[in-house]
């Protein structure tokens, strides 16, 4: 294969550049010493990062955030698991329907979802409640949960199995003992790959929440529709920090390109 | 016996994907059903919601000018955006697949990264970016010389489209990544050593190729950057509404739910018709690249 030119290079290093800008610019803004935004020109300072603790509506829609995003994604596998299997075993009738009905959270504008879940949430007296946020984030982090566990459990050698059928198991020691932990890695990435949806969406949310139950990237929107100062850069910046490492992780030990594409190409 | 698996299996799908199906009709197709039958039901200032059947909404949205400017602006900017992200996004995909190994996985993750990184975060960026005349992106610009006066970018659509791009240029890259890696790299050879200059290679062999991929990234692109929130809301500002941000305005701000409701179910119907029919249209012109 042909090798890239100087011009193509010139070009990939403007894109890149362009791509982390606005990443970057957030997180050395965080730095600044000053009272204003600017860039950090004479020296860091983490004045802004120990100014978040004087906040603490932050620091609750940090926590709602996390454990909306742990528990949500958790409850979505439960679900997801078992319509794993039964879509990737089964040739039945109505399964590519199903399939489709599972993966529609990804095609209908999440504006459209919150309004639809603000609405029906409301009308049961649950609007603004905790609970109607775990129901919502599970529907929206679905597709993910599925995605990924879909790929690990299309596969898996199902001869194992047999072999654990033919000395007696089954039922429930069957999964427990052979097929969960065969489909595993693929479980453990879908469930990294739901938090982070449930962890960054704002659009569904913004709908949903009420004060007490904002959720981060709702109560940081609200914030900078008021005004944009060096704060709200310190908390985006621990935010990009959580999803970098997230995302690290999720690289090392299952690879970004196949989280992200859905491909479930088993030999890697 | 055989009988017994039989109906065993032919039960066994249906019980597994119980409990997901039941989800998604309880939680999933009856509200956006609530939210079509709201999108019919009359609102007043005092009066409140009221469960009737009327054509109120619709009407207003189809005589007013405004819902049709808004409209009109949701789908100048995602498809600005979407030309814009083949543009740069598809070239860029091409030099990445080029790349050694390591860089190449490298330069990926930087690339793709973002598309999980908060929106919230990614936009506020490009907020600082532009920050008014004297922003940093102009700055740049102008010392580069590529303008003479600064562009205003906050509260504009140019703003809008910029920053949209760059949150959804990962999904063009990984679109057109996924049909390079189709892509039998001996056919460029081929073309070379039959005496093919890199432009004719390029227009004849690399693009027709790719097109599959440049067309469903441009669908995912589109339909996203017509539905998006945070983008539009925080560049834009208050005054220059898209569709989401008027819906969203609606139900939080007026209070007009029926209102509200009849532009979210316009926006997805309008959506899924645009998204059904060029993936149909696609599929027929590239029939041979899918089989």
């Given at each position: 294969m042909r090798r890239n030119g100087p011009l193509a290079l010139v070009f990939h290093a403007v894109f890149v550049t362009v791509m982390v800008a606005p990443i970057l610019v957030v997180c050395l803004v965080a730095?600044?010493?000053?009272?204003?935004?600017?860039?950090?020109?004479?020296?860091?300072?983490?004045?802004?990062?120990?100014?978040?603790?004087?906040?603490?509506?932050?620091?609750h829609a940090f926590w709602i955030s996390l454990g909306l995003g742990a528990l949500s994604s958790f409850v979505a596998l439960l679900f997801a698991v078992p319509a794993a299997l039964a879509i990737a075993r089964y040739r039945f009738r109505g399964r590519d329907a199903l399939a489709a009905l599972f993966l529609s959270p990804?095609?209908?504008?999440?504006?459209?979802?919150?309004?639809?879940?603000?609405?029906?949430?409301?009308?049961?007296?649950?609007?603004?409640?905790?609970?109607?946020?775990?129901?919502?984030?599970?529907?929206?982090?679905?597709p993910f949960a599925l995605r990924l566990?879909?790929?690990?459990?299309?596969?898996?050698?199902?001869?194992?199995?047999?072999?654990?059928?033919?000395?007696?198991?089954?039922?429930?020691?069957?999964?427990?003992?052979?097929?969960?932990?065969?489909?595993?890695?693929?479980?453990?990435?879908?469930?990294?790959?739901?938090?982070?949806?449930?962890?960054?969406?704002?659009?569904?949310?913004?709908?949903?929440?009420?004060?007490?139950?904002e959720t981060l990237p709702v109560r940081m929107f609200l914030y900078i529709q008021d005004n944009i100062d060096p704060l709200v850069t310190s908390v985006s910046?621990?935010?990009?920090?959580?999803?970098?490492?997230?995302?690290?992780?999720?690289?090392?030990?299952?690879?970004?390109?196949?989280?992200?594409?859905?491909?479930?190409?088993?030999g890697r | 016996m055989s009988s017994v698996a039989e109906e065993r299996s032919i039960r066994a799908p249906w019980a597994l994907t119980a409990p997901a199906l039941m989800l998604f009709v309880g939680v999933l197709l009856i509200?956006?059903?609530?939210?079509?039958?709201?999108?019919?039901?009359?609102?007043?200032?005092?009066?409140?919601?009221?469960?009737?059947?009327?054509?109120?909404?619709?009407?207003?949205?189809?005589?007013?000018?405004?819902?049709?400017?808004?409209?009109w602006r949701t789908f100048r900017i995602a498809i600005l955006?979407?030309?814009?992200?083949?543009?740069?996004?598809?070239?860029?995909?091409?030099?990445?697949?080029?790349?050694?190994?390591?860089?190449?996985?490298?330069?990926?993750?930087?690339?793709?990264?973002?598309?999980?990184?908060?929106?919230v975060a990614r936009t506020l960026g490009w907020a600082l970016l532009f920050g008014g005349n004297n922003g940093l992106a102009n700055k740049l610009l102008m010392s580069l010389g590529v303008i003479r006066s600064p562009i205003p970018f906050m509260f504009t659509e140019t703003g809008m489209v910029v920053a949209l791009a760059h949150v959804m240029m990962p999904f063009m890259v990984?679109?057109?990544?996924?049909?390079?890696?189709?892509?039998?790299?001996?056919?460029?050879?081929?073309?070379?050593?039959?005496?093919?200059?890199p432009v004719t290679i390029i227009r004849r062999i690399i693009m027709p190729q790719i097109m599959p991929g440049v067309l469903s990234g441009a669908i995912i692109v589109f339909s996203l950057s017509a539905s998006a929130f945070a983008t539009p809301a925080i560049i834009g500002g208050r005054r220059l509404k898209v569709a989401a941000t008027l819906a969203y305005d609606e139900f939080l701000n007026t209070l007009n739910w029926p209102l509200g409701a009849a532009v979210a179910t316009l926006l997805l119907a309008a959506l899924v018709l645009i998204v059904v029919g060029s993936n149909a249209m696609i599929e027929r012109r590239y029939a041979e690249v899918f089989r």
């Open positions: 730095f600044t010493p000053e009272g204003y935004l600017s860039l950090p020109t004479n020296g860091f300072s983490l004045r802004w990062f120990r100014t978040i603790a004087n906040y603490p509506e932050f620091i990804l095609m209908i504008p999440h504006v459209v979802l919150g309004i639809a879940f603000l609405r029906f949430f409301t009308s049961f007296g649950l609007g603004g409640s905790f609970a109607a946020l775990i129901i919502a984030h599970v529907v929206i982090v679905f566990t879909l790929a690990a459990a299309i596969g898996m050698d199902l001869s194992v199995e047999m072999a654990a059928v033919s000395l007696g198991a089954g039922g429930w020691t069957l999964f427990r003992r052979v097929t969960l932990p065969l489909i595993l890695p693929g479980v453990i990435s879908g469930w990294a790959l739901a938090f982070i949806q449930s962890f960054d969406d704002l659009t569904m949310t913004v709908f949903l929440a009420a004060p007490g139950t910046a621990c935010v990009i920090a959580i999803t970098m490492t997230a995302l690290i992780l999720l690289d090392r030990f299952y690879g970004l390109d196949r989280v992200l594409a859905g491909k479930g190409d088993p | 509200p956006l059903a609530m939210t079509v039958m709201l999108s019919f039901h009359d609102w007043g200032q005092y009066k409140g919601i009221e469960p009737v059947f009327i054509l109120k909404n619709w009407q207003e949205i189809a005589t007013d000018p405004y819902y049709a400017e808004m409209f955006t979407t030309l814009l992200t083949a543009l740069l996004g598809a070239p860029e995909a091409y030099i990445l697949n080029r790349m050694s190994g390591r860089w190449k996985s490298f330069f990926l993750l930087v690339i793709l990264g973002p598309l999980l990184i908060s929106v990984l679109s057109v990544w996924a049909a390079l890696q189709r892509l039998d790299p001996q056919i460029e050879n081929a073309a070379m050593s039959l005496g093919a200059g």
